[in-house]
C-alpha cells in the first residue's frame, strides 16, 4: 500500500520562496513517476510539474516555468518542490501524486497560501 504525506506548506508573502516534501512509503517510489498537482480555490485540480522515476526529465506548466523546480532522492523516498518568486495566484492545495501501473495514489495536500 503506497501513502504519501505533504509537508512544508505555509503562508508566504508575494515573491518569498517554499519549499515542498512529499514523503512515500513502500518499496516502488524509485520506479514510479511523480508528479505535483494543485488545486486553488474553486477552481479543478490542475498539474504543476512532473518527473520520470529517475529524475532525468521533468516538465512543468508554463505558469510557474523558471520559478518552481521538481526533484527527488530515491533514496530518501522523497519528492520535493522548491517554488520561489511566489505569486498570489499559486494560492492552492497542493498535492503529490504517484503513477503506478496504472493506479493513481495522492497524498491528503498541504496548504499553499501566497498573500501580504
Known amino acids: 500500500q503506497v501513502q504519501l504525506v505533504e509537508s512544508g506548506g505555509g503562508l508566504v508573502q508575494p515573491g518569498g520562496s517554499l519549499r515542498l516534501s512529499c514523503a512515500a512509503s513502500?518499496?516502488?517510489?524509485?520506479?514510479?513517476?511523480m508528479a505535483w498537482y494543485r488545486q486553488p480555490p474553486g477552481k479543478q485540480r490542475e498539474l504543476v510539474a512532473s518527473?520520470?522515476?529517475?529524475?532525468?526529465?521533468?516538465s512543468y506548466v508554463d505558469s510557474v516555468k523558471g520559478r518552481f523546480t521538481i526533484s527527488r532522492d530515491n533514496a530518501k523516498n522523497t519528492l520535493y518542490l522548491q517554488m520561489n518568486s511566489l505569486k498570489p495566484e499559486d494560492t492552492a492545495v497542493y498535492y503529490c501524486n504517484m503513477a503506478l501501473s496504472g493506479v493513481n495514489y495522492w497524498g491528503q495536500g498541504t496548504q499553499v497560501t501566497v498573500s501580504s
Open positions: 513502500g518499496s516502488m517510489f524509485s520506479v514510479a513517476p
Open positions: 518527473i520520470t522515476h529517475s529524475g532525468r526529465f521533468t
